[in-house]
């Protein structure tokens, strides 16, 4: 047990890489907290710094998904006799960790991002086949809609579907119980896109609208 709430502050930690804070760094100072919605996330930085600059944040937030759920549970642990945690429970436990320290790190005074791309990167190292077609929801949300908030959420229910469908006989084991869990974080960092979605209020990504604009009735 002493193992996995070690490796957990470990990924924890990993998770205070803000891709955000890098990238902005690197490019001479940019401060994305003070920029558009405040998000150190791709989306913000995206509507306000460009593609370039949205993609390297994008990168590096989902990688340190990557290496928190791949590699920091790997770490060799000296000490004997601690009490063993299987390892894909630790995978998940450090899962958990990484979204925590993006969503909420202690060195930005816990304001971090909404952990999106983090749990994709967590998602794509421990739970593979689910991806794709959280990928693909994703896509086509945002092609029809232009709504990354409401895409986002169309993935996440693409990732609970895919735990009723293909764990249901063991929605106790570590990636059901992840999941579940990092559903409810998702929906609530985006409680407020929820209700800019419902007032008709949330900002709408028009370039990205392809399909929709192409079905749209013409006047």
């Known amino acids: ?93 450090c899962g958990v960790g990484v979204a925590l320290g993006h969503c909420y790190p202690v060195t930005l005074g816990f304001r971090g991002g909404k952990g999106v791309a983090t749990l994709a990167g967590v998602f794509g190292a421990l739970m593979t086949p689910a991806l794709p077609w959280m990928l693909l929801v994703f896509a086509l949300v945002v092609m029809l809609t232009g709504y990354v908030s409401a895409a986002t959420l169309g993935a996440t229910g693409t990732a609970l579907l895919y735990v009723l469908i293909f764990k249901a006989q063991a929605l106790a084991a570590p990636a059901s119980v992840f999941t579940l869990a990092m559903a409810a974080l998702v929906l609530f960092k985006h409680r407020d896109n929820v209700r800019r979605l419902l007032t008709g209020t949330e900002h709408r990504f028009e370039k990205a609208r392809v399909l929709g604009r192409l079905w749209a009735p013409r006047r």
């Open 1 to 93: 047990m002493i193992e996995a709430i070690v490796k957990l502050v470990c990924a924890y930690a990993v998770g205070n890489l803000m891709g955000g804070q890098i990238v902005g760094w690197l490019r001479g100072g940019i401060d994305l907290r003070q920029q558009g919605s405040g998000n150190v996330g791709a989306t913000n930085a995206l509507r306000t710094q460009g593609a370039a600059f949205a993609l390297s944040v994008l990168l590096i937030d989902v990688l340190k998904g990557v290496v928190a759920a791949r590699l920091v549970p790997l770490i060799p642990w000296p000490l004997p006799g601690a009490g063993h945690v299987p390892l894909e429970s630790i995978q998940y436990l």
